[in-house]
């Protein structure tokens, strides 16, 4: 079910869904904006490298209404052509797109913008928040040298304050035990060298009082890093080889770190955790859970995802998952974490990548 058109307000600005998707209902053609996308998931749509198709959609938490281009229609402009991520910090929102090199922060309310950053961007990707200031990893291939950078802002004012230099990556990061942890290895879009995997993986830790790197915590030269996640103040790192995976607990304090192997679980590729669960999603569409703590590897998939999964969340004991395109609107299923029923099917934007709760 495509949920592109905002509804006339005579109908209460509701687009119903329908489990099946099979019964589209066309309520008509008059724009009317919502007051407010509180209580609800934000949803990232990439959009296509060469074409301004980026955007945000917006779901309620009930799953019985949502709205596409929710930037576009509130802001009378286009987004641009790849946002990468999103980033939650008070009232505000940071759309970080590396095409081009931009975030924009809008309320996260109302959507309306606020300001565009683009000081020292060299193909943003990530977004982390400590104290009164954010960070925004960089990394650039194409360039002579290479630019592999966290760079950092001020929120009070979204002035550039510095930037972190790294000599092999920086992809995702998060804030946890009041540091900055970037992943500075294992990028996927990139083949790691031999000297990388045979010198294990990096995570580097950042103490947002100096904004200086701490020795990096290197990780066992198994399994290539896929994954990195903020869960309860602390940082969570999945790998994985095609034997088996691995979910490293970073102690940023000590540059140390625990393991639970993931025996026989080979390519999870990402990681989440929801109600002290985690939930992680592999390379052949298995969707797995596993409570924290526990040393049970599971021996089936919760389930298995459609299509292609690319964007993928676990949000209040629901999970999302889109099976992507880049070249027409995405689909999105939403299923239950208790049994892996499905719950729901919509049609967002062209690439989808990202769930978030507002």
């Known amino acids: 079910m495509n949920i592109r058109k905002i509804l006339p307000i005579a109908l209460v600005s509701m687009f119903l869904f329908n489990v099946s998707c099979s019964n589209d209902i066309d309520l008509g053609t008059e724009t009317v904006l919502p ?58 929102a940071y759309l970080v797109s590396n095409v081009p090199n931009k975030i924009d922060i809008v309320n996260r309310t109302t959507f309306k913008k606020e300001t565009t950053v683009t000081a020292n961007l060299d193909n943003a990707r990530y977004i982390a928040f400590s104290g009164d200031k954010y960070y925004v990893t960089n990394n650039n291939f194409t360039t002579v040298p290479n630019v592999r950078k966290v760079n950092v802002y001020s929120i009070a004012n979204n002035s550039f304050v510095t930037s972190v230099n790294f000599p092999r990556y920086a992809e995702k990061i998060v804030e946890a035990e009041g540091n900055i942890i970037v992943q500075t290895d294992g990028i996927t879009y990139v083949a790691p060298t031999y000297a990388e995997a045979a010198t294990g993986y990096t995570i580097t830790v950042i103490k947002p009082s100096t904004n200086t790197p701490q020795q990096p915590i290197v990780l066992p030269a198994v399994g290539i890093i896929r994954d990195l996640i903020s869960y309860k103040g602390f940082a969570y790192v999945l790998a994985s080889d095609d034997t088996n995976s691995y979910i490293y607990k970073i102690n940023s304090a000590a540059g140390t770190y625990t393991t639970t192997t993931l025996t026989g679980i080979s390519k999870a590729q990402k990681l989440r955790a929801d109600n002290d669960t985690f939930y992680f999603l592999t390379a052949a569409k298995g969707i797995y859970k596993m409570s924290m703590g526990s040393t049970t590897v599971p021996a089936d998939a919760l389930l298995t995802a459609f299509g292609d999964p690319y964007g993928f969340n676990v949000i209040d004991g629901r999970i999302f998952v889109s099976e992507t395109s880049f070249t027409t609107d995405s689909k999105v299923y939403v299923y239950d974490t208790a049994g892996g029923n499905l719950l729901k099917t919509f049609t967002a934007g062209i690439g989808t990548n990202g769930f978030y709760k507002n």
Not at 65 to 83: C, D, H, P, R, S
């Open 35 to 92: 007051t407010s996308y509180e209580k609800g998931i934000l949803i990232s749509n990439e959009g296509g490298f060469s074409t301004p198709t980026a955007e945000v959609s917006f779901l309620s938490n009930t799953l019985a209404f949502g709205y596409n281009n929710i930037y576009t229609n509130t802001n009378k402009e286009e987004l641009g052509k790849v946002l990468q991520s999103i980033g939650l910090n008070g009232d505000r």
